[in-house]
């Protein structure tokens, strides 16, 4: 299973730091990253972080928001600086497996008022 921690309610321009950690006998995970969905919208990427280490970032994230991991604790974190409202939503972990699985965290929100 994946357990997020970390969300909570943080004035604009603040920062929040999301932990997951895949526990429970995962096999070798390949990419981990965090979604979000706010409400009345799709679930979206905010960034993933593959196995060798690459990262992909949504372009509203790019420069505030940092994904790093610990393949050998299989965590991921996302550290998410200057928050804007917009960011407001509730985020998920995810997990694909090297065979293609994919797992999702319970999710954690994030609220940022302004």
């Known amino acids: 299973q994946l357990q997020a921690s970390g969300g909570g309610l943080v004035q604009a321009g603040g920062s929040l730091r999301l932990s997951c950690t895949a526990s429970?006998?995962?096999?070798?995970?390949?990419?981990m990253g965090w979604y979000r969905q706010a409400p009345g919208k799709q679930r979206e990427l905010v960034a993933t972080?593959?196995?060798?280490?690459?990262?992909n970032y949504a372009d509203s994230v790019k420069g505030r928001f940092t994904i790093s991991r610990d393949g050998a604790k299989n965590t991921v974190d996302l550290q998410m600086n200057s928050l804007r409202p917009e960011d407001t939503a509730v985020y998920y972990c995810?997990?694909?497996?090297?065979?293609?699985?994919?797992?999702w965290g319970q999710g954690t929100l994030v609220t940022v008022s302004s």
């Open positions: 972080i593959a196995l060798g280490g690459n990262t």
């Open positions: 995810n997990a694909i497996t090297v065979i293609g699985r994919s797992f």
């Open positions: 429970g006998g995962f096999f070798a995970i390949n990419v």
